[in-house]
Nanobody
Framework: VQLVESGGGLVQAGGSLRLSCAGS????????MGWYRQAPGKGRELLAA????????HYQGFLEGRFTISRDTAKNTMYLQMNSLKPEDTAVYYC????????????????WGQGTQVTVSS
């Protein structure tokens, strides 16, 4: 499984971005996926996750409904729609695949993308 993120960039506070994570490999549509981010000097943190079929999603509470995760199984692509962006959302955003989504959280899998930079200016 290979994952490639895209869609990052520079945006003003209050703006929106949509990140994409394109997956390759025959099993990508059969596995749960998630989005993480890592800000400078901080650890990698989970943002949201989605089940293989897209019917179950999980969001970390601190997102306050600003981000929406989705996936298009026909395109083997996962998305993260980010609205009302804040300067503190500045980070490298990573997608992950092959993890486990249960008990109210997502446990990361073995597959990571290379990351895409999101910078939010004030």
């Amino acid at each position: 499984v290979q994952l490639v993120e895209s869609g990052g960039g520079l945006v003003q506070a209050g703006g929106s971005l949509r990140l994409s994570c394109a997956g390759s490999g025959s099993t990508i549509s059969l596995i749960a996926m998630g989005w993480y981010r890592q800000a400078p000097g901080k650890g990698r943190e989970l943002l949201a996750a989605i089940s293989a079929g897209g019917g179950t999603t999980h969001y970390q509470g601190f997102l306050e409904g600003r981000f929406t995760i989705s996936r298009d199984t026909a395109k083997n692509t996962m998305y993260l729609q980010m609205n009302s962006l804040k300067p503190e959302d500045t980070a490298v955003y990573y997608c992950n695949a092959g993890g486990a989504l249960y008990s109210g959280t997502y446990y990361w899998g073995d597959y990571w993308g290379q990351g895409t930079q999101v910078t939010v200016s004030s």
